[in-house]
């Protein structure tokens, strides 16, 4: 790298990431961040997390000097988290070892609200490092440097990789989509139109940390008992999902969404370690859509992430429907509602 520090020192960039949600849940993992099983997600619009990064002179012999500030407030433990990834991963980021980085952190979203903030985090992160280190290369930001953002960004939380593209993504290697990797997250382009500008609904039905982390959920399939069948059965599903989305199968859609989450649930309960995330919340939305659904034949379904909190998916078309439902029907059950919708993936932003 032939440029001077004072140069290296003059770079800053920002850029905004979204959240997404499984439809088809990944669930263990090997190491350095490799899935058991291929997922697909949903790309997210309004939740996103935005990151600042702007590089200054290293003051001192860390291998990655790091002040990461969250929210406005120096968040040393996350921060250490970042400069944890950012050494391990030094040979892309290389500046960092002549320079400094302060990264500035914020979320569109609540904290504990079951929305993935790890991985819009990671997203955003991978995505900002990344665009300094291609500058510095003058390098082009190509079709490639969102596929190698995404490798990066697994490598500091895998469904992270996800977030990098926009609407639904697949990750994971799986013999029936072609071009699908262990490695990165690919793009579902080939979209039926009914799926276009899906709809999501986030019922936050409890606010408080999840009692049992992601880590320690994902370690518990090591062991598990049904850990082979599930991890077959999400790659048949997950293959079978990306023709739903190009053939325009809503009840499909619906029947393999809502068993999916269900089956990510019931392998916490059965783990040797089981334990217990749904709520009397939980469970009395999901049968209020349940048979809403049966009895106004509108396609409305739920998913639930690694928590209490439920995800209400639509289509766009339904929307006025569905919201009102979710107003008046379900308002007993949730503290809160966040009206999402399919994102068109992360944004490069100007500096303030």
Aim: hydrophobic share 35%; net charge negative; charged share 25%.
């Amino acid at each position: 790298m032939e440029n001077t520090t004072e140069t290296t020192n003059q770079i800053k960039v920002k850029w905004r990431c979204p959240s997404n949600i499984a439809v088809v849940k990944y669930w263990g993992k090997k190491p350095i961040q490799i899935p058991c099983n291929s997922s697909i997600s949903l790309t997210l619009n309004n939740s996103y997390t935005e990151v600042k990064a702007q590089l200054h002179e290293k003051t001192t012999l860390e291998p990655v000097e790091l002040n990461y500030y969250f929210e406005g407030e120096l968040n040393e433990k996350f921060g250490k988290r970042v400069a944890d990834y950012l050494a391990d991963n030094i040979e892309h980021f290389p500046f960092l070892r002549i320079a400094a980085v302060t990264i500035h952190s914020t979320n569109s979203f609540p904290h504990s609200a079951g929305i993935a903030s790890s991985a819009s985090a990671f997203g955003a992160i991978a995505l900002a490092m990344l665009d300094i280190a291609y500058q510095l290369a003058e390098k082009e930001l190509d079709d490639n440097f969102y596929n190698e953002a995404s490798r990066l960004a697994r490598l500091g939380s895998g469904s992270a990789c996800r977030s990098v593209y926009p609407s639904f993504a697949v990750w994971g290697e799986n013999d029936k989509i072609e071009g699908s990797s262990d490695d990165y997250a690919i793009e579902i382009t080939n979209i039926h139109p009914i799926f276009k500008n899906m709809r999501d609904a986030i019922l936050i039905i409890e606010d408080e940390p999840k009692k049992v982390s992601s880590t320690i959920g994902h370690s518990l399939m090591n062991d598990h008992p049904f850990a082979d069948q599930r991890f077959d059965q999400a790659n048949e599903r997950t293959a079978k999902m990306v023709k739903i989305l190009e053939e325009g199968d809503i009840d499909s859609f619906i029947q393999i969404c809502e068993s999916d989450a269900l089956t990510l649930h019931a392998m916490m309960m059965t783990s040797s370690d089981y334990y217990l995330l749904v709520k009397p919340g939980t469970i009395t939305a999901i049968e209020k859509i349940m048979q809403w659904r049966l009895e106004h034949m509108v396609p409305v379904c739920f998913t639930l992430d690694a928590g209490p909190n439920v995800h209400v998916l639509y289509p766009d078309k339904y929307r006025e429907t569905v919201e009102d439902f979710i107003n008046t029907e379900l308002k007993d059950t949730y503290k809160k509602v966040i009206f999402d919708h399919e994102g068109e993936g992360p944004q490069k932003l100007n500096i303030d």
